[in-house]
């Protein structure tokens, strides 16, 4: 019935209209004062120039947590979409320790049923901005944080259709060659259709691409299949700034982000859980694990003195410059009657930041020979 230039003019008009400058109005109010950019630990220096090369790590959840995750989001009145981007910003909150952040986020645009089977590109992107902390600078629950993301969400896409380069334009926020302005992150979920397609004499299916390009720092791209079809997930990063074990460690550090929620969609949002079993069980298990065996029939002063004897050279004491006197009190420390021959106390000009065994030895027979006296 109509055509995309058809529908192109009249959006010129309705936006001429007065609607375009109402809708950048909450964009504005939406906006202002947000970061400009969200710092994220990276494994490499932010290149001057963002250069776009990209990889992507992919990741599926579990049927028992992609159905608890809808059942959580049935529950809580908000989409699924909303439960998973609200999880996403605490990962990222967790990792930039940033509470007042944006998140990218593309809508379909298609808000008439005219222009529903109508060719022809409407996406638009919408710059979530989620605030996870309270007036008081208290971490928010994750169940408020779900219902204060769902009422902003439903706000964004009634103001969805200004154009975001129109949105950025009106902002000015700060440019910078090496980042996008507004946000840095994106996040995506695209409901796919059935995963084969039957024609006459073919069977066609989906086939995965490597894709090598990033539009932006880190983009969480999720497909939802019909059905109750387990989450396919994906991280797609700038190589410039992430090693792919970083984002292989922070794709499990988001599912346990997610089982947790299910669990436990009252607890503040920075006492949930990100440690996969394997790191927790590296951290506070084996790095912890430093007994060493020691002869039990000995004082320390007497094992000192016997390593001593042994390596009277090595490295027993790195103090702090410039204090190193700081090992033994120096003369105007103590009172007169109790201070000792000038040659037990060394300079402290002559207290090298390094102690060795030998050194460490003999002043501490010097300070022990004074006490006894």
């Not at 990792?95 to 007042?100: A, E, I, K």
């Not at 700038?238 to 988001?254: D, E, K, N, S, V």
Request: proline content about 8%; aromatic content about 6%; some cysteine.
């Amino acid at each position: 019935p109509i055509q995309y230039a058809d529908f192109a003019a009249w959006q010129r008009t309705w936006l001429a209209s007065g609607v375009m400058e109402a809708q950048l109005n909450w964009w504005r109010e939406h906006l202002s004062g947000a970061p400009a950019l969200l710092t994220l630990p990276t494994d490499y220096p932010r290149p001057a120039v963002q250069t776009f090369a990209g990889a992507t790590h992919a990741f599926t959840l579990s049927a028992e947590l992609s159905a608890a995750l809808r059942s959580l989001s049935r529950t809580h009145g908000v989409t699924l979409f909303t439960t998973l981007l609200a999880a996403f910003q605490v990962l990222l909150m967790r990792s930039s320790g940033q509470s007042d952040l944006v998140v990218g986020v593309p809508v379909a645009n298609r808000t008439r049923v005219e222009i529903e089977s109508l060719v022809g590109m409407f996406v638009n992107t919408l710059a979530i901005r989620s605030r996870l902390a309270d007036a008081d600078g208290n971490a928010l629950r994750f169940s408020d944080l779900l219902n204060q993301l769902q009422q902003t969400m439903l706000d964004a896409q009634r103001h969805q259709d200004v154009p975001f380069e129109q949105v950025v334009e009106a902002l000015q926020p700060p440019r910078s060659l090496n980042h996008t302005p507004l946000f840095q992150v994106m996040c995506n979920l695209v409901q796919m259709g059935e995963a084969t397609l039957d024609l006459a004499g073919i069977v066609a299916e989906p086939l995965a691409l490597n894709d090598t390009v990033a539009k932006f720092d880190l983009s969480l791209h999720i497909a939802e299949t019909p059905g109750d079809s387990p989450l396919q997930m994906s991280l797609e990063y700038a190589t410039a700034l992430f090693a792919p074990a970083t984002i292989a460690r922070m794709a499990g550090h988001l599912v346990t982000l997610l089982t947790a929620v299910v669990d436990h969609p009252e607890e503040t949002i920075t006492t949930l859980p990100l440690l996969t079993e394997r790191e927790r069980q590296q951290l506070v298990v084996e790095w912890n694990n430093t007994a060493a065996a020691f002869p039990q029939d000995r004082c320390i002063h007497q094992l000192v003195a016997a390593q001593a004897a042994r390596t009277p050279d090595a490295i027993a004491v790195i103090a702090p410059s410039p204090h190193p006197s700081s090992l033994i009190p120096h003369p105007s420390s103590l009172p007169p009657s109790s201070l000792p021959p000038s040659s037990l106390i060394p300079h402290p000009s002559s207290l090298a930041s390094h102690t060795t065994y030998a050194d460490l030895l003999a002043r501490a027979n010097q300070l022990a020979h004074h006490l006894q006296g």
